[in-house]
């Protein structure tokens, strides 16, 4: 079993930034590929952002590519989304989300067996 816990979402202004944080416990964290999907109203869940076991490798949706960097720390076993020039569109709840393998399409929502809560993330024009 894993518990995710995310946090750090709120209001923020276009332009503006926010960290989320996933904190994990259950299962051994470092053996485990963690991404971040989100879900705007109305919309399904699409993939925003995964790192790697030993954080080597990163991979991103295009709409998020070089304003959002994903990364990890294993020894407090806690991944991160810092994400920078929100735009409106930008607006979802975001889940922090976990699975045992690495390979395939990191993509995929039905890939990841654990899932966080969600924060929301609401960015005002």
């Known amino acids: 079993q894993v518990q995710l816990v995310e946090s750090g979402g709120g209001l923020v202004q276009a332009g503006g930034s926010l960290r989320l944080s996933c904190s994990a416990s259950?299962?051994?964290?470092?053996?485990?590929?963690m991404g971040w999907f989100r879900q705007a109203p109305g919309k399904g869940r699409e993939f925003v952002a995964a790192v790697s076991r030993s954080a080597g490798s990163t991979y991103y949706a295009d709409s998020v590519k070089g304003r959002f960097t994903i990364s990890r720390d294993n020894a407090n076993e806690t991944v991160y989304l810092q994400m920078n020039s929100l735009k409106p569109e930008d607006t979802a709840v975001y889940y922090c989300?976990?699975?045992?393998?690495?390979?395939?399409?990191?993509?995929?929502?039905?890939?990841?067996?654990?899932w966080g809560q969600g924060t929301q993330v609401t960015v005002s024009s």
């Open positions: 259950g299962r051994t964290f470092s053996s485990r590929v």
């Open positions: 989300a976990s699975r045992p393998y690495e390979g395939g399409s990191v993509h995929y929502v039905g890939s990841y067996d654990y």
